[in-house]
């Protein structure tokens, strides 16, 4: 669905990207992650040509992305920027309304289609009349989601989507998001500095630092195959955690069914610790992932 080609960037004399490359599967979900400054927003931007590329080349559905004109390109891409980037001056509704106006929906559609997703985002629709300066920080962040998201594109670009919230409410909305119906058959690329975000969103994490990839992979394959030092540094401060986010319930015991992490089962039990009706209690489950990570570390 999309693929970057030997992407490079430099802005004067420093190099924000170099020599990029990558595919995301439609439906996909992938993340870029790494620290300040490694050249992630860069890359998103040039995906929906914010930002031209030196040289490398990027197609969409086998498209070259230089034979369309930007405005047309950007209408199949839904672009949620670094701090959400509402505009202070329009009230949430105008806001959300740009770019259905390009597209010369009508008024009636346009208030529709808000409606729709004020109501998954459970965002109240008083606050449609507001400007952004009066929201909080998690309510600018859902109308920016849901300005992205009101013509429905195919392709999803999230720049840091939860990176102006405190902890508690950045877990929430995080597992808010992987539920929503309108999310989970998109192609997503999603930037984060944060790995515990990076490996409960992402199918799989492009590992970035000085503008070059240094692994691309599945949360499994980073944790258990990383590709160098720099990778298993940069996950081991958290790595626990990360393993249990990253290893399937099915895979530690291939008799439950459930379609869960080990961390999410975890979760759960600890939730319903009375409950009898769970067929795996907390020690069954820790022991068999003890034994799941021998087998994989050797
Ligand atoms: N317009 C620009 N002009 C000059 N330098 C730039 C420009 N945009 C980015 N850079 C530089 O390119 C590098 C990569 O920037 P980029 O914004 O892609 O990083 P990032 O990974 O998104 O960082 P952060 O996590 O802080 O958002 C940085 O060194 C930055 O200073
Ligand atoms: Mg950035």
């Not at 070259?64 to 004109?69: E, G, L, W």
């Not at 309304?97 to 009636?108: F, G, H, S």
């Not at 999230?158 to 102006?164: I, L, R």
Request: charged share 25%.
């Amino acid at each position: 669905m999309i693929k970057a080609e030997n992407l490079v960037k430099q802005f004067g004399s420093s190099r924000a990207v170099s020599n990029i490359s990558f595919q995301v599967k439609e439906g996909e979900n992938l993340i870029l992650l790494g620290t300040s400054g490694c050249g992630k927003t860069t890359t998103l931007r040039m995906i929906n040509r914010l930002i031209e590329p030196d040289s490398g080349s990027i197609f969409l559905n086998g498209v070259d992305i230089r034979t369309q004109q930007p405005e047309i390109l950007r209408r199949g891409i839904g672009y949620v920027l670094q701090n959400h980037g509402l505009f202070p001056h329009y009230t949430v509704a105008e806001n959300i309304a740009i770019v259905p106006r390009l597209l010369k929906w009508d008024t009636e559609t346009i208030r529709k289609r808000a409606d729709e997703l004020f109501d998954k985002l459970k965002l109240d629709a008083a606050l449609k009349d507001k400007y952004p300066t009066a929201l909080s920080g998690g309510q600018q962040q859902r109308v920016g989601l849901a300005r992205s998201l009101m013509v429905n594109p195919p392709v999803l670009l999230m720049d840091e989507p939860f990176g102006a919230l405190d902890n508690l409410t950045r877990i929430n909305i995080r597992k808010e998001f992987r539920m929503l119906d309108e999310l989970v058959k998109k192609t997503i690329i999603m930037v984060t500095h944060d790995v515990q975000e990076a490996f409960e969103m992402g199918d799989r994490i492009c590992l970035m630092d000085k503008g070059e990839i240094q692994q691309i992979g599945t949360p499994e394959e980073l944790l258990f195959h990383p590709a160098n030092d720099f990778v298993s540094d940069f996950l081991n401060e958290q790595r626990l955690q990360l393993e249990f986010k990253s290893v399937l319930l099915k895979e530690v015991l291939p008799e439950v069914e459930e379609d869960l992490s080990v961390w999410d089962k975890m979760e759960a039990l600890l939730q319903n610790k009375n409950s009898q009706s769970d067929e795996v209690t907390l020690d069954q489950l820790m022991g068999a992932f003890s034994r799941f990570k021998k087998q994989n570390n050797g």
